[in-house]
């Protein structure tokens, strides 16, 4: 992936280092994303706000999110390009909730919370 190449290549040109993500109806794929957020944890930087719309998402964006989410003020995840099965929206809550102690602003729509379970973690 270029932009992953890019982003450690660039890891210590601070001017360089990424604080705001936007993929905005890109059309991208679980796994290029994944890609996109292991390059922005090589930078070492601090990625702030990510705004993730018409895309896609499953179990190795999540899972790349996690390490990073630490760091993250606001979270928006809307309009997903793919329906999102229950156990990858429980995994996106649990990784929100785990590991989102600098959250300021959350904005989800269109990630299946149709299950009590999850929404229950929430409140």
């Known amino acids: 992936n270029i932009l992953k190449e890019f982003m450690i290549k660039t890891k210590n040109v601070v001017s360089q ?37 018409g895309n896609k998402l499953g179990r190795l964006g999540v899972q790349a999110l996690y390490p990073i989410m630490s760091n993250i003020k606001e979270i928006y995840i809307n309009n997903l390009s793919s329906s999102i099965n229950r156990n990858i929206s429980r995994d996106l809550i649990n990784t929100i909730i785990e590991k989102g102690n600098s959250l300021q602003r959350i904005r989800l729509s269109n990630v299946n919370l149709d299950d009590d379970s999850i929404v229950s973690q929430l409140i």
């Open 17 to 53: 280092q990424i604080e705001t993500l936007i993929v905005d109806n890109c059309f991208i794929s679980d796994r290029n994303f994944a890609m996109i957020l292991e390059g922005i944890r090589e930078q070492k930087g601090i990625l702030r706000k990510i705004i993730f719309t």
